[in-house]
């Protein structure tokens, strides 16, 4: 009976949601910066228009400076820290993605991948200000 106590105490333990406040904690404790931030990855980076979308009854004026503020709340060095990623990590997926390769389903071989190579270099492109 003490071992299903423990088994029962483990799975209690690993299901608990305890382990969410230290997420919580870096993004300042407003509970809407996830869905903020998620919002702001998918729309391409645009605060305003992702305030306007969790608050449609704000102005479009209000959406600018508040999205603006909220996008000033996240922490994202934290964020990174907190899934072990860096700056150096990134600079490996870019440099990955500026090589990237796929194979040709007609022949089997391994051709350049145009379609993510493109896309990669908007982003390094964007990063060296061209």
């Not at 088994?7 to 333990?13: I, Y």
């Not at 919002?39 to 999205?67: F, I, M």
């Not at 072990?84 to 350049?112: C, H, Q, R, S, W």
């Amino acid at each position: 009976m003490d071992t299903a106590q423990t088994d029962q105490e483990l799975f209690e333990k690993e299901f608990n949601t305890n382990h969410i406040l230290p997420i919580n904690e870096m993004l300042g404790g407003d509970k809407e910066i996830p869905f903020f931030l998620d919002e702001w990855l998918k729309n391409g980076l645009n605060a305003s228009a992702v305030y306007k979308t969790l608050h449609p009854k704000v102005s479009d004026a209000s959406a600018r400076v508040l999205g603006s503020k909220k996008l000033a709340k996240i922490n994202i060095s934290a964020i990174l820290a907190g899934y072990d990623l860096g700056v150096n990590d990134y600079i490996v997926g870019l440099k990955e993605g500026l090589t990237a390769m796929k194979f040709n389903e007609l022949t089997g071989e391994k051709v350049p991948d145009y379609r993510t190579r493109l896309e990669y270099h908007r982003i390094l492109g964007k990063l060296l200000g061209f």
